[in-house]
């Protein structure tokens, strides 16, 4: 596709529900990204992909948050047991130069009720 | 502890006028600044960037000024438009060869 597609848009979800995101980026981009923005704050790093190995788990905020890339294309963010605190938009970005020149999808709006 | 900080944390700024946000970064090691615009409801969206070996880089009404000696480098933004009205992100990746690190933000207002 012509940009990075992320599914759904908006999600709302209880309490202690699994939720899955996912993230299609732009062909040809071996290196994919989630971030989390809080209201009002810059994207925090979660974890990041080059092809199907994932290199960097750091920012993942608990052992609830799980990424995967099976195949070295779409990514799929997955929250068990969800929080009120994970409520955020999640975003997802790749690159084909490495670390730089991220671009960007949409996000998808978590609310935990 | 905070990789790049970001000011101001907001700003309006007259049609016409010039618009300048900075940014303040701690590694020395980092090789990659950019800024990103961010609109409501749609997700950032890469501006400019520059990389240390030049003190600015200009790309029609967006100009990039870095300071390496004092680990800074802003955002100018000349004969702002309503149209620039948005949330403006600097970066730079946490440490050498890593995934990029974000500032809190700078919201614009631009009015007529």
């Known amino acids: 596709g012509a940009g990075v597609s992320q599914s759904p848009r908006y999600k709302v979800a209880k309490r202690g529900q699994d939720v899955a995101l996912r993230c299609d980026p732009i062909s040809g981009h071996v290196s994919l990204f989630w971030y989390q923005q809080a209201l009002g704050q810059g994207p925090e790093f979660l974890t990041y992909?080059?092809?199907?190995?994932?290199?960097?788990k750091s920012g993942l905020p608990s052992d609830r948050f799980f990424a995967e890339r099976p195949e070295g294309s779409v990514s799929t963010l997955k929250i068990q047991r969800t929080q009120q605190e994970d409520s955020a938009v999640y975003l997802c970005?790749?690159?084909?130069?490495?670390?730089?020149?991220?671009?960007f999808g949409s996000g998808t709006r978590l609310t935990v009720v | 502890q905070q990789q790049v900080k970001q000011s101001p944390q907001s700003l309006i700024v007259q049609k016409g006028g010039i618009s300048i946000i900075n940014c303040a970064y701690e590694?020395?090691?980092?090789?990659?600044f950019p800024w990103y615009q961010q609109f409501p409801g749609k997700g950032p969206a890469l501006l400019i960037a520059i990389r240390p070996d030049v003190s600015e880089k200009k790309e029609g009404r967006f100009t990039i000024s870095f300071n390496k000696s004092a680990k800074q480098f802003s955002l100018h933004i000349m004969d702002s438009q309503p149209g620039d009205s948005a949330t403006y992100f600097c970066a730079a990746p946490h440490s050498g060869n890593t995934p990029l690190v974000f500032g809190k933000g700078t919201r614009l207002s631009v009015i007529a």
């Open positions: 590694n020395t090691a980092f090789d990659y």
């Open positions: 992909f080059q092809n199907e190995a994932q290199l960097d």
């Open positions: 970005a790749s690159s084909f130069e490495g670390l730089r020149g991220y671009t």
